[in-house]
């Protein structure tokens, strides 16, 4: 990749926010991964058979309205949503604290985003088999 590129793309600035818009954020640069999750917990949080997420340097996130509502989801993990309307937003790791995994489909542009890996693949439903590239 060329400098003149990379030095584009660190620039960007990805926008997205919850279902109600109570809470709008901006993330800038590139994610260094974007991942479908298909572990129970992502399931029962966000009532979907898989969860896309893509990671952001903490630093490079910043909540411009609104103030995203913690919950503790299992020893090492902290979600963050919504208070008001629930939209799922935000995972993070205990032992990553320098980064922040925002929900794809949270994010105005989400489409322009491409999966490159899974999480807990073996944990997929039968019936979300082949929607994802199998």
């Known amino acids: 990749m060329s400098e003149d590129v990379r030095s ?6 990805w926008t997205g926010g919850c279902l109600c818009g109570a809470i709008r954020f901006e993330a800038r640069g590139e994610p260094d991964r974007v991942v479908h999750c ?3 917990m992502c ?3 966000s009532g979907a058979a898989f969860v896309t997420f893509a990671r952001f340097p903490r630093a490079s996130v910043c909540f411009v309205e609104g103030e995203v509502t913690p919950h503790r989801s299992s ?3 902290v979600r963050g949503h919504c208070a008001a309307c629930g939209g799922a937003l935000t995972f993070a790791y205990d032992n990553e604290p320098e980064c922040v995994w925002l ?6 542009r989400a489409g322009e985003l491409e999966p490159t890996g899974e999480f807990m693949a073996e944990e997929r439903v039968a019936w979300a ?3 994802v590239g199998d």
């Open 129 to 131: 088999r082949g929607v």
């Open 8 to 13: 584009a793309s660190s620039d960007r600035v």
């Open 75 to 77: 020893a090492r993990v």
């Open 43 to 45: 399931r029962r949080w």
């Open 103 to 108: 929900t794809a489909g949270s994010l105005d």
């Open 38 to 40: 298909y572990c129970g």
